[in-house]
């Protein structure tokens, strides 16, 4: 008991301690205390190590679902469908998809609504399993029945978007509305988004503000970068570019690819900021580097033009074939631009931009819009090189035929021995 003790006081003061420690206590109680220290709300203090030992916070995950702890079986159906225990957020498990829906299921049938979101959630987005909106509303709606914010923010989408149900922007707004009584820092961001957009509801910039500030008093990022986006353009307030810079950087804080873009853009410009090109790069590269098409063509631009950078038109190419790669239509007319220029080039860069673009299906179309122009000497100098590649490619055939086991070795062996015997 002593040992159980000491463990569990080590625990709730969330010091290191190990599953191996918890294993090996002996007390024939010992279910029972955890079960309690379950039901004192502690359990979320378990940290276990686990970013240099996954293994042993599964372990002791393990250990509390057999106390039929729902709260586990929730937990570690997440860290096998997300790769992180949602607390730590660290990518160390691999995924594994079965695992993750067998304990949300054990978990839902102790009547946990986060794991009936989560089980919502992959039918409604086909994660690993056959997208199913049936399944994926009747979770939520058991999720929305145990009060769960998260099931309400994502019916309140399929409502919204006509996802599985016919698109109805007054369910859309009830289902928000009822997540953001719940404090949803996402909810608030999409109902922001709806008044910005006059969706279903009159456009009303002072609403859109309001609901984005109360979704960056929850942390939400989207709606840091959005609020950032009205003050960097004028929309709905007044412009001012210190507010812009502001929001943008919380937002880049959050992990935001649009913010990284956005900053870059506004040292690009110099527009209510000291033009600076190497930092607009390196937001770009920020951007990029989160998959960002936005960012990828405007460091494409920067190539192209030499601004901040050597011009580079290979470069160029190199940025623009992957923000066309994401389907975004300004790239598509960057390259269109670009390509005249191409032709302008000596055969060798235009082929391995010829090469580099026929790589992705996408712009195999550009690629061909690339002309190779060759005069005589340049054609001379090609013939020459193809007739000495043929001949050592004629000697090294002769070479391989005349190897042990060569089809032509026995026959050759056989000559040079009766010349042995003539001489």
Known sequence: MEQLNSWLIRLDNEEKVTIDEFVLIECDNKIDIVK??????????????????????????????????????????????????????????EKDYEKAIKYFKMAIEKGNGKAMNSLGYMYDNGNHVKQDYEEAIKYYQMAIEKGNDGAMNNLGVMYEFGEGVLQNYEEAIKYYKMAIEKGNGNTMYNLGVMYYNGKSVEQNYEESIKYYKMAIEKGNGNAMNYLGHMYHHGTGVEQNYEEAIKYYKMSIEKGEEKAMNNLGSMYYA????????????KYYKMAIEKGNEIAMSNLGI??????????????????????????????????????????????????????????????QKYAKKITVKCDIEEMSNLHDTIEELKKKLDDLTEHVKYMPNGEGYEDAKMEFEQLQTHH
Do not use: W
């Open 36 to 93: 309690d220290f379950v039901k004192l709300h502690k359990f979320n203090k378990i940290r276990i190590d686990f970013i240099s030992n996954p293994q042993e916070y599964i372990k002791l995950m393990e250990c509390f679902v057999e106390c039929g702890n729902a709260t586990a079986m929730y937990k570690l159906g997440e860290v096998y469908a997300h790769n992180y225990d949602e607390d730590i957020k660290n990518n160390v498990i």
């Open 270 to 281: 110099g527009r209510g900021i000291e033009q600076n090109d190497e930092e607009a790069i």
């Open 302 to 363: 920067m190539y192209e033009f030499g601004r901040g950078v050597e011009q580079n038109y290979e470069e160029a190419v190199k940025y623009y074939k992957s923000a066309i790669n994401k389907d975004f239509i300004d790239a598509k007319e960057n390259i269109e631009r670009l390509i005249p220029k191409l032709n302008e080039l000596d055969n060798q860069v235009k082929y391995k931009c010829y090469k580099s673009l026929m790589q992705n299906e996408k712009t």
